[in-house]
């Protein structure tokens, strides 16, 4: 069965659609490669061949609904990425102040756990929610295994204090230890309409904005603002900003906000 795959211009703007209200991601005629690559595997995984019934078959099975969305808007990340947010927490915050955050977007876990073992080596009191659209990445996350390549940036003290080196079939990966994932819990959440149940000191929702568009952006923006406390702190990505958006925030650096108290 071939796979070598091109959609009309109705196709893709049904398919890109049906992200964009489903995750708010725009998949434009930039992202016209992305989508076909992961459509096309998405089609040869079920043996589906026509990208019309691969359409017809989204609106009848909401599984495959699920693994589609998964595939269009997971991304890579890794341990310690973009570091000097928690960098500027651990510098400026009372460690006696117990912290409640929110990993907004968190994908297979990885920046909540780097946040936590950072903490936990500087002796915080916290608890981190970690949440994501994506089934599969949240399955990730709960299983807390990685490939050493993901930690490769986690200095060698607390890889020894906060993970367990994997062997046999697990050689080259290691996982985070109980002590640290019991202060992580995640769940799924829809950042476009899902509606926070907490309120949180700190929220981080990083490297995801960039792949929606303004509306969807100030969608976003408003929700998290509303869970977040007076005086707490707002962290998007290095190569975001909330330009151009109504909030009520102030820059303390580059990428990371303030609630007005």
């Not at 928690?86 to 915050?93: A, D, F, T």
Request: contains cysteine; glycine residues 4%.
């Amino acid at each position: 069965m071939a796979f070598e795959i091109k959609l009309s211009p109705a196709q893709h703007q049904e398919l890109s659609g049906i992200v964009y209200r489903e995750s708010g991601v725009v998949l434009n005629e930039k992202k016209y490669s992305l989508l076909v690559a992961r459509l096309a595997k998405r089609m040869r995984m079920i043996k589906v061949s026509r990208v019309s019934d691969y359409i017809t078959l989204l609106s009848a099975d909401s599984d495959e609904f699920n693994e589609f969305i998964d595939a269009t808007t997971t991304n890579h990340t890794f341990f310690f990425r973009e570091n000097k947010h928690c960098e500027y927490i651990l510098k400026n915050l009372d460690a006696k102040k117990p912290l409640k955050i929110w990993s907004a977007a968190s994908s297979s876990g990885e920046e909540a756990f780097s946040l936590a073992v950072q903490l936990l080596a500087n002796s915080f009191t916290f608890t981190i929610y970690g949440s994501d659209l994506s089934d599969s990445m949240l399955n990730l996350a709960r299983r807390a295994i990685y490939s050493n390549e993901r930690v490769k940036n986690v200095p060698v003290s607390m890889l020894h204090a906060y993970f367990r080196r994997g062997e046999g079939r697990w050689k080259g990966h290691v996982k985070v230890k109980s002590a640290v994932q019991k202060l992580v819990t995640f769940e799924k959440f829809n950042l476009l309409s899902c509606t926070p149940r907490d309120t949180y000191d700190i929220i981080f929702c990083r490297n995801v904005m960039i792949y929606f568009d303004t509306p969807t952006r100030q969608r976003v923006v408003t929700r998290l603002c509303n869970a977040l406390k007076p005086g707490g702190y707002f962290f998007v990505g290095l190569s975001e900003s909330l330009n151009g958006l109504d909030h009520s925030l102030t820059n303390v650096l580059p990428s990371g906000y303030r609630k007005k108290s």
